[in-house]
């Protein structure tokens, strides 16, 4: 296992620095998250598995980089391709209930774990498998897609990947596991940790829901318990399953995202608490030079965040 890598302490000041060539900056950031992505594909061929397990908590860039790792696998002449676990869902009357009465999305038991080990065990003898396609407008699946990994790799992804119940019925050394996650934690003046890789997970999942999933930061910051006690119940136990750390840090998004919080309208919904915890993380990056938009690359895994616009 090769999950032992500590955060990292960067300095707003060494930011500040690199932001004085904006274009030099994003573009080494850029080329930084894709060598790590190459690097961890490489690594992937090299085992010999053809099953992938990707985790990682809520904004950690996972779809996308999934997503990325298919393509260079692919260039590099393999088939590739994505299955996220989000199309296993159990479906509408059939979730767990939280002790409140709602839904309970982020159990393991959210999911239909008869169909997943069906797919997986035939993926894992015939390299194809009919999974199903979840449409959440209707909270069922409807209608089925072929996952077709003969001769190449399977990327599934999604909140359960690492946790051995969806794996248990194959062979021990029969998957690649990988956490996506951030290293990246940042440093006030006197060396103490003043932005934290959970603050900027909730800038990204403010910014994405608000753009691409019609919720208020209201909505988003009175999920945002539930999403953490989810990750430290979920998520973080299995991270040493983990082969490799996907690290998903962009360093220069810190200057990226004040700009794009403040641009958000105001959300008459929020309550006296969530108006003061917005404000916290919007100060938490004030100090930071900024940049605009514009600068992120069409094909950045950024964009999973802030969409194709260039505001």
Known sequence: ?????RKRFVSRELIALAAGQPKQFAALCEQQYHQRIQTIAREILASGRHIVMLTGASAAGKTTSAHKLAEVISTAGRRSVVLSLDDFYAGAGRYPKNPDGTDDYESLQSLDLPVLHRCLQELHRDGICQAPVFDF????ANGVQTIDCRGGVV???GLHALNPALTENLP???VFCLYAGLREE?????GSRDLATRDIRLARRLIRDYLFRGHGPSFTLGLWGHVCAGEDRYIKPYKPRADLLLDTTHSYEVC???NVLD????????TLSQARQMEALRQKFVHFPSLATSLVPQQSMLREFIGTGTA
């Not at 296992?1 to 890598?5: F, I």
């Not at 407008?137 to 069922?140: E, N």
């Open 137 to 140: 407008k209707i909270q069922q």
């Open 172 to 174: 021990e050394d029969a």
């Open 186 to 190: 940042y440093a006030a003046p006197d």
């Open 1 to 5: 296992m090769n999950v032992a890598q």
């Open 155 to 157: 990327i599934i992804e």
């Open 263 to 270: 641009s958000m309208p105001e959300d008459p919904d929020l």
């Open 256 to 258: 990226l995202w004040h």
